[in-house]
């Protein structure tokens, strides 16, 4: 089922975005504080515009607490769409690779593959005069190695536009 609304919102992202572009930053980069059954925690993120409408994001993060430990990196490409003058939706397809250590569960230890993509709105206080863009977002990722299964996490992001 999440394979089918993953499908369906790339298919109609990329449909409208043949008619209704933003105007996606050159670069920006910041924090991005995620949440849920998959993700780092804490990452940093770079955004990187691949024109006027669509970029590349690449986050490295980390989590963990005194039993496990977590880090990994995942990149994103992102279709952009205005919603309002500052106001913008995101969509596209990514990976992720995870490397996780579980002092209880060893069944948990290992390389992790991700496979699945990004949907997030973003707020650009640029419009405003200021170089910030603000951004919820879910990651949904079908995991493949030693902490298989799906995940998904939301998250909080904050990036300096330059």
């Known amino acids: 089922m999440y394979k089918k609304i993953f499908v369906l919102i790339v298919v109609l992202g990329f449909s409208l975005g043949t008619k209704v572009s933003a105007q996606v930053n050159p670069h920006a980069i910041g924090a991005r504080l995620g949440g849920g059954n998959y993700g780092n925690g ?83 206080f640029q419009k405003m005069g200021a170089p910030i863009l603000v951004g919820l977002d879910a990651r949904p990722m079908w995991n493949i190695g030693g902490y298989g299964g799906f995940g998904s996490d939301g998250s909080l992001s904050v990036r300096y536009i330059f």
């Open 42 to 124: 804490f990452e940093v993120s770079y955004q990187h515009g691949l024109g006027s409408a669509n970029r590349l994001e690449v986050d490295v993060g980390w989590s963990g607490g005194s039993h496990h430990s977590h880090l990994g990196i995942a990149g994103i490409y992102h279709w952009a769409w205005n919603i309002t003058n500052a106001l913008n939706w995101y969509v596209g397809p990514g990976a992720a690779l995870g490397l996780h250590s579980d002092d209880n569960d060893n069944d948990r230890d290992g390389i992790g593959i991700g496979v699945g993509g990004q949907i997030g709105l973003e707020f650009d």
